[in-house]
C-alpha cells in the first residue's frame, strides 16, 4: 500500500493502474500522456504542456508567446529515455504541478515572474478544477512510482525542465555563462550517501556528449539550489528508495522568444541524456 500522502494531495480510492507487469491506466486522463514499460526508470516532463481547458481561454489575459516562453516546450522529446514517459499536457498556468496545493494556481503576478495571467481574479470553481488535477496527478504518480519501487527495489526518476537564458530581450545578450549552465542538474532531493555516487557518475557521462559542436557545461544546483515541490514530495514519500534527478535544459535547442526548435541539438541532449541514463542503469536494475 502507498504511505500516506502529504494533506495537499487527496488519493481516490479506486487503484489507477491494473495488476499487470507493467501496469496500465485503467482511464486515460487527457491531461497528460502517460506510457509505462517494466523498468525502473521514470522520466516527466511535467512543464511541456501549453493546454487550458476552455473555461480558462476566455480569462488569460496572457499573450500566447509569453505564456509559451515560460513553458517548458520540447522537454517532453526528452522522456524517451525513460521506461516510463509521463508527459503533462496541460500548462503550468492552469495549474503547477511543481508547486504545493497551496500555490499552484497563479493568482497574482508575483506568483509567476510579475506576470499578469488572468484578466480578473479566478471564481472559485475554476480553482477548483485546477486543483483536482493537481490531486489527480499526485495521486496517480504516487501509485506510479510504489509500484515501480515495490518491483524493483529502487527508482530513477529524471524530472526534466528548461529555462530561459535571453530574458533581456531577443536581441539582448545571453545571461552570463558562469550562473548559467548549459544543464543544470537538480542533487537536492535525492539520498546522498546512497546515490551521491550515481549523481556524479551521471553528470561526467553527460559532459562527455557534444551538443552543437562543443561538450556542454554541466553543473549542479547552480541556478536552482533547491528543489522544487515534486521532487521534495517525493524524497518525502519514498526517501533513498527513489533517485530523483531534475536536469534544467538551458534553451539553447530552441529560440526562447520565437519558439523555433534547433532539432539537431535537442537530438544531441536527448542522445547525451541517453548515454547518463544507461550508464546508471545497472545501480537500479540491482536493487532486487
Given amino acids: 500500500m502507498l ?3 502529504p494533506d495537499d494531495v487527496r488519493r481516490t480510492p479506486a487503484p489507477w493502474f491494473t495488476p499487470d507487469i507493467p501496469p496500465a491506466l485503467r ?6 500522456d502517460l506510457v509505462v514499460t517494466d523498468g525502473p526508470v521514470i522520466a516527466t516532463a511535467i512543464h511541456d504542456g501549453h493546454a487550458l481547458r476552455e473555461s480558462l481561454r476566455a480569462r ?3 499573450a500566447d508567446a509569453d505564456r509559451r516562453r ?5 522537454t517532453g522529446l526528452l522522456t524517451a529515455v525513460g521506461d516510463t514517459r509521463l508527459r503533462v499536457r496541460q500548462s503550468r498556468f492552469e495549474v503547477d504541478l511543481n508547486r504545493s496545493r497551496e500555490q499552484a494556481v497563479y493568482a497574482t503576478p508575483d506568483a509567476c515572474w510579475g506576470l499578469q495571467v488572468w484578466d480578473a481574479q479566478l471564481p472559485e470553481p475554476e480553482v477548483a478544477a485546477s486543483l483536482a488535477l493537481h490531486e489527480r496527478f499526485y495521486a496517480m ?4 512510482l510504489e509500484r515501480t519501487v515495490a518491483r524493483w527495489g529502487c527508482a530513477l526518476l529524471i524530472d526534466l525542465h528548461s ?3 535571453r530574458r533581456d530581450g531577443p536581441d539582448a545578450a545571453a545571461a552570463p555563462r558562469a550562473g548559467n549552465p548549459d ?3 537538480g542533487f537536492t532531493t535525492f539520498d546522498a550517501r546512497r ?4 549523481a556524479r557518475r551521471f553528470a561526467q557521462v553527460l559532459r562527455r556528449h557534444p551538443v552543437r559542436g562543443a561538450l556542454p557545461d554541466v553543473r549542479a544546483n547552480v541556478r536552482f539550489p533547491t528543489g522544487g515541490h515534486f521532487p521534495e514530495w517525493v524524497y518525502a514519500q519514498w526517501g533513498d528508495r527513489v533517485c530523483t534527478i531534475s536536469p534544467e535544459y538551458k534553451k539553447i535547442f530552441m529560440d526562447e522568444w520565437t519558439g523555433q526548435a534547433d532539432i539537431a541539438a535537442l537530438y544531441a541532449l536527448r542522445d547525451g541524456l541517453q548515454h547518463a541514463v544507461d550508464a546508471v542503469r545497472p545501480e537500479f536494475l540491482a536493487c532486487r
Avoid: K, S
Avoid at 546515490?195 to 550515481?198: E, R
Fill in 60 to 62: 488569460v489575459a496572457l
Fill in 3 to 5: 504511505r500516506a500522502m
Fill in 27 to 32: 482511464q486515460p486522463d487527457p491531461a497528460w
Fill in 141 to 144: 504518480v504516487g501509485e506510479l
Fill in 195 to 198: 546515490w551521491g555516487g550515481t
Fill in 183 to 185: 544543464i543544470e542538474l
Fill in 163 to 165: 529555462y530561459n537564458h
Fill in 70 to 74: 515560460e513553458e517548458d516546450p520540447l
